[in-house]
């Protein structure tokens, strides 16, 4: 294979990954966030707390464990759920920090970050992912994690020079750490790209289509690839992925073309051609059912936001 169909989506959809803050906290707190605008996340790298996002229970986060925010709510992290918060933003801006100490500072320590997408192409990862979850610090990963933590924990007390770069570099790596912890079986994954590839019998045919998305696949081929009869594939992916296979590439190829008229000074018709559509009509056609645009008015309108 030549490509690996996680990096491909996370490198369309994702601006940067970043570590913005945290604190160190001891007795009784607590904090409450207001709604990010990306997604958020969060980690224990000491002690223990509770965070609740609104409209959800008290969920209890051990060291090592890690959450991750893709609803834009907001939540509270504590020592005990009945503590009344302060306000985080209020705290840290009037501050003039982004790690601040409450109380003595000894029982629990957070980090925290976002990830920024592409705001043409983000919804393909955001879509993916439930409004919010929780990395268990005991899974499959957590070996991996609990290193990336060590190590944003070092950059953040011993300000070795790069450290910033480094942190950011961190991020990311956790980030796709939870990503990975979530394909393997995850139930509260919702029917996705994610976990297609989070399943080894689907994996194969994610990777074909990512591989080569000009090329004219056939259910029959895909399901080849993945050893299983063509309906049997058919029926697994659409239950797995929310969209039949085949609708699926039809789906990759607008996110890569959405990504081209905006970025590239390429004419429709090579971009048609790119992601293997046989004339720029059909191509046209294709893009307007599933933006409401022709490409050229959608790149127009692009410009003219970018401009603004």
């Not at 504590?78 to 009037?94: H, Y």
């Not at 950011?168 to 976990?195: D, T």
């Not at 063509?230 to 959405?258: D, E």
Request: charged share 20%; aromatic share 8%.
């Amino acid at each position: 294979m030549t490509s690996d169909a996680l990096s491909e989506i996370l490198h369309l959809t994702t601006v940067e990954s970043m570590v913005t803050g945290g604190f160190d906290a001891g007795g009784q707190w607590a904090l409450r966030f207001p709604a990010p605008k990306s997604i958020k996340f969060f980690a224990l790298t000491q002690g223990a707390c509770w965070t609740q996002i609104d409209g959800e229970a008290p969920v209890r986060f051990e060291e090592g464990d890690v959450g991750l925010l893709t609803a834009q709510r907001p939540y509270t992290v504590s020592s005990d759920p009945s503590v009344t918060p302060l306000d985080a933003m209020a705290l840290f801006s009037g501050r003039g920090r982004s790690f601040v100490t409450l109380g003595e500072g000894t029982d629990c320590s957070y980090v925290g970050g976002h990830v920024l997408l592409d705001p043409t192409t983000g919804t393909l990862l955001s879509e993916a992912l439930p409004p919010w979850l929780r990395i268990d610090g005991a899974t499959e990963q957590a070996g991996r994690i609990r290193w990336l933590l060590d190590e944003l924990v070092t950059e953040r007390t011993q300000r070795l020079p790069g450290n910033a770069l480094v942190a950011s570099q961190l991020a990311q790596l956790l980030f796709v750490q939870i990503l990975r912890a979530q394909m393997n079986g995850n139930g509260r994954i919702p029917p996705s790209w994610l976990r297609a590839l989070g399943d080894r019998r689907l994996a194969p045919a994610v990777q074909l289509m990512h591989d080569e998305p000009a090329r004219s696949w056939h259910l029959d081929e895909l399901a080849r690839a993945c050893a299983m009869s063509r309906s049997s594939f058919a029926a697994r992916f659409t239950a797995t992925a929310g969209i039949g296979p085949l609708g699926y590439l039809a789906r990759w190829r607008i996110h890569i073309a959405c990504k081209a008229l905006r970025d590239d000074d390429l004419p429709v018709a090579s971009i048609a051609a790119l992601i293997g559509y046989s004339s720029q009509g059909a191509f046209s056609n294709a893009f307007k059912r599933a933006t409401g645009l022709s490409p050229s008015l959608w790149r127009e309108r692009q410009a003219g936001d970018n401009a603004a």
